[in-house]
């Protein structure tokens, strides 16, 4: 069957930092998230435009990167049709209780060893009256604070091998690749996948130190490029250190921002315009390796730290 459409969204992600009061500020403060919660070592966020109770778990640890993405199903029923084709593949963990918000959750993998969850059930954010919009059709009130991010875009995980975890987010998940940088050598370099009618969900990208399971970077969309202008002062007004940008991504067309948060994890700023991928028969735009050394889109080469920076550092221990 076409599994098309079973997953609805990428819906949160767990990240860790070994910096966690300073990386907490980060987002609050300078992103201009709201913490809507605390449990243990960790702290919930969200985003003003999502509808669900979080959309960031921010968690303490003793090195940085990504624990879990957070993925839900478009139904019930969805969600048992891809836990089933999960345990087929023979990657799954196993049921869980769902994180604040949350219902029953099954835990999986995909071939590098990225932890991910999939679930149908979710309670709505209800906005305490100091947060309440105005507009009955928005979930909170916009909090003025920092960058204001309007919501989670996408999940740019590092891979040794780009193919199987993207084939098994294809054929098991039902993402469909859009675009892709494929080398001189003919192995797939990059891939980007999309659950929806955005142009990317979920990207892999090779990880040139050949480790397995670590995060290159999650990305917040903004309303506006302006937005990403202005972020790149409030960086700069706040010591947080920007990587490269803005500019335009040549794949995708993403206006583009990347900076480090404090525990060491990437960040993207991103302004995917109004780019979407409407055509059923979308067929995937192939890079080769000549295109990609050309740089950018507006020519800025892209800097090395971009191949070479990633989470958890690989002298780290595994999360």
Request: glycine share 8%.
């Amino acid at each position: 069957m076409n599994v098309r459409h079973e997953i609805a969204h990428v819906a949160h992600v767990e990240m860790l930092t070994p910096e966690p009061d300073r990386s907490l500020w980060f987002f609050t403060r300078v992103m201009g998230l709201t913490e809507v919660g605390a449990e243990g070592d960790s702290v919930y966020l969200r985003t003003w435009d999502d509808y669900e109770h979080h959309t960031l778990k921010l968690t303490a640890h003793t090195t940085s990167g990504i624990r879990r993405t957070g993925l839900r199903a478009s139904s019930r029923e969805a969600l048992d049709r891809r836990v089933r084709a999960i345990e087929e593949a023979g990657l799954g963990v196993g049921w869980r209780d769902g994180d604040p918000g949350i219902g029953p959750t099954y835990v999986f993998r995909d071939p590098d060893g990225h932890e991910l969850e999939i679930y149908w059930e979710s309670q709505w954010y209800e906005a305490p009256p100091e947060l309440r919009p105005s507009l009955k059709n928005q979930a909170q009130a916009y909090p003025a604070l920092g960058v204001c991010v309007r919501r989670l875009d996408h999940v740019n995980f590092l891979a040794a091998e780009v193919e199987p975890s993207t084939g098994f987010v294809r054929d098991v998940l039902g993402g469909h690749p859009t675009e892709q940088i494929r080398l001189d050598d003919g192995a797939i370099g990059a891939r980007w996948l999309t659950f929806t009618n955005k142009s990317y969900d979920l990207v892999y990208t090779r990880d040139r130190t050949g480790a397995r399971g670590r995060l290159h970077h999650i990305a917040f969309a903004t309303d506006t490029r302006e937005d990403i202008l202005r972020a790149a002062d409030i960086f700069l007004d706040n010591d947080v250190f920007i990587e490269t940008g803005p500019h335009k991504h040549a794949i995708q067309q993403t206006f583009f921002l990347y900076v480090y948060e404090p525990g060491g994890n990437r960040i993207e700023l991103c302004n995917p315009c109004a780019r979407l991928i409407l055509a059923p028969d979308w067929k995937t735009i192939t890079w080769t390796e000549a295109e990609r050394a050309k740089g950018q889109a507006w020519g800025l080469k892209t800097i090395e730290s971009f191949h070479t920076h990633g989470t958890p550092p690989v002298d780290a221990p595994a999360p």
